[in-house]
């Protein structure tokens, strides 16, 4: 493996009724942006679960930074950080709490820098997340990601429901934090015009 991989995926496969990824092999450098496009229905979800370890694959493996989860499990959670089309945090909460919570779960999470980050980005702190748009609510999401320890960043459809002015401000958003940290973030997308436009390399499966 290349010292430069963060995360290697080699000959993968996950069956679930009618649905397989079959021998899927992909890599990710360190500070790269990664486009994988998938058709609609091909898996895109499936794969980020994946990649979260949130299901496992029946055969081949999953690297990150050269080892497997079960070899580095805490640290490796730490540094993987995805977003997936639907929020996994408490809608009920306003943004100040759910900053709290989080803090109380990861010591790492940079409370204070989200918090100004929320108020840069224009997020309202008076309602609750439930009353957020989708956009906003991928924004959140986005910040989250961002004041923690993540060295992987994944994106599931990013796009989907979102206007094309808050895309522009989440793309600013990761080139900005780019800037200041290595970061190397895959998105996977059944958006071609996506993959071309956000990406430093693509692979089309």
């Known amino acids: 493996m290349s010292g430069s991989h963060v995360l290697e995926i080699n000959n ?7 649905f397989s990824l079959k021998d899927l092999n992909l890599y990710l450098n360190e ?4 486009g994988v496009y998938l058709a609609p229905g091909m898996g895109k979800t499936t ?17 990150y930074f050269g080892n497997k989860m079960r070899e580095d499990e805490i640290a490796i959670k730490k540094k993987v950080s995805l977003i997936y089309e639907s929020p996994n945090f408490n ?19 940079e409370y204070d820098s989200f918090l100004f980050d929320a108020k840069k980005e224009g997020l309202d702190f008076k309602v609750r997340l ?36 808050k895309l522009r401000q989440i793309d600013s ?22 993959v071309e436009n956000l990406s430093d390399r693509q692979i089309y499966l």
């Open 31 to 34: 500070n790269e942006v990664l």
């Open 47 to 63: 794969l980020a679960m994946l990649i979260g370890d949130a299901i496992e694959p029946e055969c081949g493996e999953i690297l």
């Open 91 to 109: 809608l009920n909460l306003k943004i100040e709490t759910l900053a709290k919570a989080i803090k109380r779960l990861d010591e790492n999470f």
């Open 12 to 18: 993968l496969y996950y069956h679930k009724g009618y």
């Open 130 to 165: 439930k009353n957020y748009s989708k956009s906003d609510i991928k924004v959140v999401s986005l910040l989250i990601a961002l004041n923690r320890d993540t060295k992987i960043l994944v994106l599931d459809d990013l796009k989907i429901g979102i206007e094309n002015e």
């Open 173 to 194: 958003i990761i080139k900005e934090t780019k800037k200041r940290k290595k970061l190397s973030i895959i998105f996977l997308t059944s958006d071609k015009e996506s």
